[in-house]
């Protein structure tokens, strides 16, 4: 009796992990699998129990107490899984295929090790049909509502900045249409399709959306469900080149953006495709970024346009915002479209300036790009007063591109505070001013208190997820 309670406690640990790593990863076997930041999880929570339960079964029952304790420890520490209907599905799975399971071993005195291996693996095979079924009903569904609700659809892609010019353009364009945009960072197909299902309100004008992607056809599988007339595609850089190894991987894959079966037209900062796609960049000109905001000239119609937007920080956003009005002026008066940037309001947590207890706090937590994190540091050095920074370093980066933060880093900063794991070695390690290195963030909020005054600067320069 004991023995069964073992085994099926230990496989319902082990399948916790197991979802809470794909649901980590958007359900991407290959990337918990070759993309993973810590491996060692994988052997700790994953490996090492199974060969101990099918190697040395007798011995088991003292590793499980070890392995449960620090299983928990790990999960609350990681903050766990995100108990989703998905994730319900697949636990019911798992249990019945585990009381089945235990009928059989008891039966056949089948090895404990491997049958825990094959409920595990049966769960997830199982749980990847149910929800591929399940996702192309939703996909139907989605459809059907679209082609009802027939909005006019404009996807944004690009390296760095989606977000920023899906708000920009959703503020130019809402108090003239029925607009509206994915919410947060939504920028993959199911997530496109939850949100047409669940909020695409009925009215809708104009439909604004993000187009992400890992490898090569996420984006053209998204354009070619969404059908839309509009595409935008932001500036491209080494951004997730852990995924695609080489910038004309990412190059062809954005690119991809402009193959919706009915675009009308296409903007795009820097690379050209085709006639119906209108390139940018040397339409930007004499770009003047401060705290207080930026300026830039605009070329539209052979006509140059001096345009300000005081509250939005940081240089790269004059192309953001530029590709947004060229998108505008396809729906709306170009005199009134530029009266608009002017009123542009800053995307949340994206160089967004704060005043609280008379210091200056820059949240720049959604920027995980090397492009704009540098830019930022140049912003950032103009302030005269004390400057910290608060960062992971960049995700889904090398080596080398965080060696290069580490270096901007000395040079613009009085004070660093690393707040994640996974960069903390070779951050601490090449940055040479006065640093902390934290290990658990949950300390932040007392360290800033002793470490600040007024009159300082903080920027907090992107994020890591919790478990990292």
């Given amino acids: 009796m004991i023995e069964n309670i073992v085994h099926f406690v230990t496989t319902l640990l082990i399948g916790v992990y197991v979802i809470t790593t794909l649901q980590w990863y958007n359900y991407k076997i290959d990337r918990v699998l070759f993309h993973f930041h810590k491996y060692s999880w994988h052997i700790l929570f994953f490996l090492i129990p199974i060969f101990v339960y099918t190697f040395f079964p007798s011995y088991f029952n003292y590793f499980f107490l070890i392995y449960m304790a620090l299983f928990l420890i790990w999960y609350k520490k990681s903050k766990g899984v ?32 491997l049958s825990l291996l094959s409920v595990i693996s049966t769960a997830i095979i199982i749980s990847y ?62 997530g496109i399709v939850l949100d047409i299902n669940t909020s695409l309100p009925e009215d809708t004008q104009i439909y604004i959306t993000e187009a992400g992607a890992r490898e090569k056809g996420d984006i053209k599988e998204i354009v070619e469900f969404l059908e839309n007339e509009y595409s935008i595609l932001g500036k491209i850089g080494p951004q997730h080149i852990e995924y695609f190894k080489t910038m004309d991987n990412i190059e062809k894959t954005k690119l991809e953006i402009f193959k919706s079966p009915k675009l009308k037209k296409g903007f795009s900062y820097q690379i050209e495709w085709r006639d119906k796609v209108e390139v940018i960049k040397d339409k930007i000109k004499n770009i003047k970024s401060s705290l207080n ?101 960049l995700i889904e980066a090398t080596d080398e591109m965080n060696k290069k933060v580490a270096k901007a880093i000395n040079e613009t900063f009085d004070l660093a505070i690393i707040t994640s794991q996974i960069n903390k070695e070779i ?40 478990y990292l």
């Avoid at 599905?89 to 090790?113: A, D, Q, S, T």
């Avoid at 006019?152 to 920023?164: F, H």
């Avoid at 009134?336 to 002017?342: Q, R």
């Avoid at 902390?436 to 890591?464: M, P, Q, R, Y």
């Fill in 293 to 393: 905001g930026i300026e830039w000239d605009l070329i539209i119609n052979n006509k140059t346009y001096h345009l300000k937007a005081p509250n939005i920080l940081g240089e790269f956003n004059a192309i953001n915002i530029s590709l947004a009005v060229y998108q505008a002026i396809e729906f709306m008066n170009l005199d009134e479209v530029l009266e608009k940037v002017e009123k542009l309001e800053p995307i949340e947590h994206r160089l967004q300036k704060i005043e609280a207890n008379k210091k200056v706090i820059i949240d720049d937590s959604f920027n995980g790009n090397i492009e704009g994190m540098l830019k930022s540091f140049k912003l950032i050095k103009t302030y005269n007063g004390k400057k910290i920074i608060i960062t992971p370093g």
């Fill in 129 to 190: 049909l149910i929800e591929s079924f399940l996702f192309s009903k939703f996909k139907q569904k989605a459809k059907i509502k679209l082609n009802k609700i027939s909005p006019a659809i404009i996807t944004i892609t690009g390296s760095y900045g989606k977000t920023s010019i899906k708000n920009f353009t959703y503020q130019l364009l809402k108090d003239n249409f029925k607009t509206y945009k994915t919410p947060r960072s939504v920028n993959t197909l199911k």
């Fill in 427 to 466: 951050l601490c390690k090449n940055i040479t001013i006065n640093k902390i290195c934290l290990s658990d963030k949950s300390k932040l909020t007392k360290i800033l208190k002793e470490v600040t005054k007024e009159g300082d600067l903080i920027l907090f320069s992107n994020d890591a997820p919790e």
């Fill in 82 to 113: 995100k108990f989703t209907k998905r994730v319900k599905r697949f636990l019911v799975i798992l249990v019945i295929l585990e009381i089945g399971n235990l009928f059989i071993m008891k039966r056949f005195n089948n090895n404990e090790g």
